[in-house]
Structures are given as C-alpha cells and as structure tokens.
C-alpha cells in the first residue's frame, strides 16, 4: 500500500508470525525436562526391582517418597531448622556483600585492597571451617548461619561490584548534565544498572545457602537436614539419606525460584524489553 507515492509498511505483530512456535517450543522444552526426570526415576525404580537391590544399599524412589510420607512430622521439624539457617543466614551475606560492594565501587582504594582477600578466601574448604565456628559459637543456629553466610558472601559481592562497575557512563553524564547530584546518579543510574548483575550474584548465592546449612549441621547440630543424614547414615537407612538429599535439593530450587520471581517483580523494565516488538516491512 502506498499514500501519496510513499510506501507505508504495514505492522505485523511478530507473535502472529513467530510468537506461537516460541511458546510452543518452550512448552516443549520444559516438557523436555520433566519427561527426563520421570524417565530416570522410572529407570531407578525399575532397576532396583529387576536385580534385587536390597534398601541399605540403593533404595528405589518408591522407599524414598514413602519414609518421606511415613516419617513427615520428623522431617518437617529438621526442613524447618534448615531453613531458617539458611534465610537468616542468606539475609545477612545479602545485606553485608551489597554494602561491602558499594564501598569498593566508591572508593577505588578499598577495592584493589580488599578484592585479593575475597578471592583467597575462597581457597579455603568451608568445612574446615565449620569445625572452628562450632569451637567459638556453640551447637546452637549461630555456627550454621555463619556458614551459610560465608557461603553466600563472595558471590554477592562479585556480581554486585561487577554490576556497578558495568554501568554505561554516557547515561551518569546525561544525570549530571541535568543537574543532578553524586546521589542522583546513584539511585537513577548506577543502582537500576545493577540490579541485574544483584539478582544474579544472589541467585547463585541462594543456591549454595542451602548446601552450607547442611554443612554446618553435619558438623554439630540437634535439628536439620545435615543432621537427619548424618544419623541415617550412621544406621544405614539409607532411604532416609536420599530423602535429604531430595529435600535440599527441592529446597535449593525452591528458593532460587523465589529468588527469580522477587527479580521479575523488581526489574519492570527488563520485562517491557523482552516483549517482542511489532516488525515493520
């Protein structure tokens, strides 16, 4: 079509073209994924009946979602323990690393002299640590919300730094020539810049938080997931050490599900950037 001798292009939705397989193929994708698992669990159970496995030694996934129904009140008791190590002490890195973090990108000094400690104090086994903080702090939560703290720290920090760091400077110097503050800059554009690269360092640090509860309990606790294996395993019940392999596991996902949605809710504008944009022809 044309007006006046100028060729008009005509807008055609991208989702009436392509829009439809995308979400087709990520529905199968995602299929994809659940077809997996259930084939392996179907493979373990059908391995387990087909050459006699006794339970001590490789329990099917049926022995393990029943010792979870059987033993639910228990388990519920240490899953809980587990958890508020790991909020609290995932709470803390959070708020410690991003303000370590915004020091380092203030002042280029603090950076250069703490970023080299950062990074070698993760050559150090966090369980050789956690006997230490067993020594100073006692039996009780603070040991393992230590760890989880130390656990969650260095990603935090890294991403954040990297975040701040990344941000373009044309956007800064458009702030300033308006007349805006140091703060302005901050809050307009260096922290939406970062809140990205956050979200990242605080996904992966959730992830881990729930690997150094477990740590922690395994080195002295009365109550967690650590310490329900740890005694499972002491009487070879070993239905019962993959039911808390299987717990951390979905506890794991399930907080860096919350982790994801708390980012989709907080970053609107990088919702409106991944919406498909009409083509023009």
Known sequence: MSQGGVATGSVVPVEARAGAPSRWRLRVESSLAGVFLLALL????????????PRWLLPSPLDVLTTLVTDRELVAIHVGRTVQETLIGFAIAFLLGVSLAFVMDA????????????????????????????????????????????????????????GLSRVDPDYANLIRAMGGSEGDVFRRVRLPGALPAIFSGAKIAVTYSVIGAVVGEWVGASRGIGIYMVRAADQMLT???????????????TLFLIVSWIEHLALPWRRSSTRRQPARF
């Not at 179907?42 to 496995?53: C, H, N, T």
């Not at 369980?127 to 067993?134: D, K, Q």
């Not at 239905?239 to 996902?253: D, H, Q």
């Open 42 to 53: 179907l493979a373990w159970q059908a391995a387990v009946w087909a050459w006699g496995v």
């Open 107 to 162: 002042w280029p000094t603090a950076r250069r002299a703490l970023y080299p400690p950062l990074i070698a104090s993760q050559t150090i086994p966090i369980i050789a640590i956690a006997p230490l903080l067993v020594i100073w702090f006692g039996y009780d939560l603070a040991p393992k919300i230590a760890v989880v703290a130390l656990i969650c720290f260095f990603p935090i920090v890294v991403s954040t730094v990297d």
């Open 239 to 253: 239905e019962r050490v993959f039911a808390a392999i299987m717990l951390s596991s979905l506890l794991s996902i």
